[in-house]
């Protein structure tokens, strides 16, 4: 899951994963649509970083406002890069119920699997952009959290395992309105043999 949207040099867009072309329920169209707008981050993400590397900081009250603007606008495109390598990092499986420690892990924080699934639709119901779950390593829990864009609330100290994308782009080709339609196709398709990669890559035990 770790992403190079940390470098200051030009980075590329990971190569879309074959299987995401053959989802179920959710369209070739739909998936090439939607990388599209992921490459369209990670060229605003460079964008950006070569402007700000032409930006005087010595001359601060000069800059202010173009920092800020500059700044606000990357924090939104590496949001857009991060959110969206993860939605389809964990896309292309064959859904169901989750095996391994992401089972156990769900079972233990939330009750019960249809629990979480209740609890992560409801947030993707709710929110504008995004609704994760993710391990917060202060609580040592896992807990499932609201975004209503790609640099709101971000919660530090978590990692998120699951990143559902609710903006209209990922499902209006498909299901227009019908974003409970689209929620219930997301979890068709997860693959829980990635998600339970990355809960042994960052250690996270039940």
Do not use: C
């Not at 490459?39 to 005087?56: C, M, S, T, V, W």
């Not at 892990?105 to 009750?111: N, Q, S, T």
């Not at 639709?121 to 209503?148: C, P």
């Not at 559902?164 to 990922?170: K, M, R």
């Amino acid at each position: 899951m770790a992403t190079l949207a940390f470098n200051r040099e030009e980075i590329s867009p990971r190569q879309l994963k074959p299987a995401l072309l053959e989802l179920d329920g959710i369209s070739r169209e739909s998936v090439e649509a939607h990388y599209k707008l992921y490459e369209g981050y990670i060229n605003k993400r460079n964008e950006i970083l070569a402007k700000l590397g032409e930006i005087d900081v010595s001359a601060a009250n000069q800059v202010y406002s173009e920092l800020r603007a500059l700044k606000v606008d990357l924090s939104f495109a590496l949001g857009g890069i991060k959110n969206h390598e993860i939605y389809f990092e964990h896309l292309g499986g064959n859904g169901g119920e989750p095996d391994g420690l992401a089972r156990d892990l769900i079972a233990r924080d939330f009750g019960s699997v249809a629990a979480w699934r209740a609890d992560l639709k409801a947030t993707g119901m709710a929110g504008r952009g995004w609704a994760w779950t993710a391990y917060d390593w202060d609580e040592g829990r896992l807990f499932n959290y609201i975004g209503d864009a790609q640099n709101t609330f971000p919660v530090w100290n978590a990692t998120p395992l699951v990143a559902l994308d609710v903006y209209e782009h990922a499902y209006f080709i498909d299901f227009q309105t019908d974003r409970a339609s689209y929620i219930e196709a997301f979890f068709a398709n997860l693959d829980w043999g990635v998600v339970n990669d990355w809960v042994q890559q960052y250690q996270i035990t039940p």
